[in-house]
């Protein structure tokens, strides 16, 4: 049994619009005040400062940035054809690097600066993104005729993964978050996929010789199967593609068939396997309505953003980091100014002089002969303290008419006031 492909949901990219926030002003004050907005001009106008200095605006603009990305990864990954090999890697591969873009977005945008960019919005996001590469792994399987045990739990993550976001998204449909379409597709696939775990488990259970279990799993999965077909019937129906640029432009016919083709596949075996019983080996067939649970093989996590721009091939495609040789460049800036200080004062002995001083100093020996000032500069202080006169002195006047001139050791003030 080859595995026919089924519809994928890539990620919105997300648009800018000028919004024109007089009309909604207009209407609160008329409604709430009873005034016309004419009576605000100046309070309505634009502000003259740019929202680009606002810090919300800086969180919208990376939030915004890393989900383009994402989209960018999923529309990727959504668009091989998977029954080629390098097609099938290429979207397992692209679905969990975008799954790694939203969980960064998750972990780094703790205060959402739009809804659409909110925890709960982004965690549905990353889990559509996980089932489907889970999806993808479960179609190699299949195609690859690996055994029907690894088959049955790989499908079982992918119906669990499927059932959960049937809930989660549902809760979104009224704020216009998510397509409705996608709710449809994924209730679809949550069906599909159950009803495929319980399928490769009773082939498991008759190799095994458990033929009552195997056949209460066919006719668990046909129901199912049947529920999968009758849902896709009415998405097919309802499926308009430009309603839904997100999903393929076939994406109603290719459910109905993949559903159809199963159930007709079901039918088939579980009418076998009922034959079988009664002719053969007349097992009492248990009557519960769900089989034991089947283990869940997870084979898809998030590919962290580091790994993904750590890559050689994405390495040669964006190039060598600007800012890291902007970075080396003031490094070596800086240490270069750093140095020629450094030269300046241990040309002046500087460094060695600074010690001699700081020993002296606390040392705390007073009169002794290591404490004592030099007279040279004692000489020096004076010369810098009085201008380079010696104590009583005369300044010159320096109005040059010959008038008196204050005395060295007296202060301009006393000598003015006079």
């Known amino acids: 049994m080859s595995m026919e492909q089924s519809p994928m949901i890539s990620i919105p990219k997300k648009k800018t619009e000028d919004v024109d926030w007089t009309g909604p002003i207009r209407t609160v004050i008329a409604q709430s005040y009873g005034e016309s907005l004419d009576n605000y001009p100046s309070e309505c106008r634009p ?37 080629d090999p390098e097609g099938s890697r290429r979207a397992f591969n692209y679905f969990k690097t975008a799954a790694g873009m939203l969980t960064y977005i998750k972990d780094n945008f703790l205060h959402a600066p739009s809804t659409d ?20 792994f479960l179609e190699k399987l299949i195609n690859e005729k690996k055994g029907s045990g690894i088959v049955s739990k790989v499908a079982a993550q992918a119906a669990y993964l499927y059932t959960g976001l049937t809930e989660e998204v549902k809760e979104f449909l009224g704020r216009g978050i998510f397509d409705r379409n996608w709710v449809n597709l994924l209730q679809i696939k949550a ?9 490769h488990r009773s082939i498991v259970d008759t190799a095994a010789g458990k033929h009552s279990d195997s056949l209460a799993r066919l006719n668990v999965a046909e129901g199912l199967a049947r529920e999968a077909h009758r849902l896709g019937r009415n998405f097919n129906s309802d499926f308009v593609s430009t309603y839904s640029p997100t999903l393929p432009p076939d994406a ?26 009664d002719l053969i080996y007349n097992l009492v067939v248990p009557a519960e309505a769900t089989p034991p649970v089947i283990d869940k093989l997870s084979v898809a996590q ?117």
């Not at 960019?117 to 993808?136: D, G, P, R």
């Open 47 to 83: 502000p003259a400062v740019s929202q680009a200095h606002h810090p919300d605006f800086y969180r919208l603009r990376k939030g915004v940035d890393h989900i383009q990305i994402a989209s960018t990864h999923s529309s990727i990954a959504v668009s091989p054809n998977r029954s």
């Open 117 to 136: 960019l909110s925890q709960e919005v982004i965690k549905s996001l990353t889990n559509i993104m996980l089932a489907q590469a889970t999806e993808v």
């Open 191 to 199: 069906k599909y996929f159950t009803a495929l775990s319980h399928y």
């Open 252 to 277: 109603g016919i290719s459910i109905l068939d993949l559903t159809k083709s199963f159930q007709a596949l079901l039918t088939e075996k579980r009418e076998k396997a009922s034959r079988d019983n």
């Open 302 to 418: 998030p590919i962290p953003i580091q790994e993904v721009y750590g890559n050689p091939d994405v390495q040669r495609v964006i190039g060598p980091d600007i800012f890291a040789k902007l970075a080396r460049g003031e490094v070596k800036k800086l240490e270069v100014a750093d140095r020629e200080p450094r030269s300046g004062l241990e040309t002046l002995g500087w460094p060695a002089g600074s010690r001699q001083w700081k020993r002296t100093a606390n040392a705390g020996l007073e009169g002794s002969e290591d404490s004592r000032i030099p007279p040279e500069a004692q000489s020096w202080a004076t010369e810098v303290r009085y201008g380079g006169a010696q104590p009583g002195a005369r300044r010159p006047d320096p109005s040059g008419r010959g008038g008196q001139s204050a005395p060295a050791n007296e202060s301009p003030r006393s000598w003015l006031e006079g």
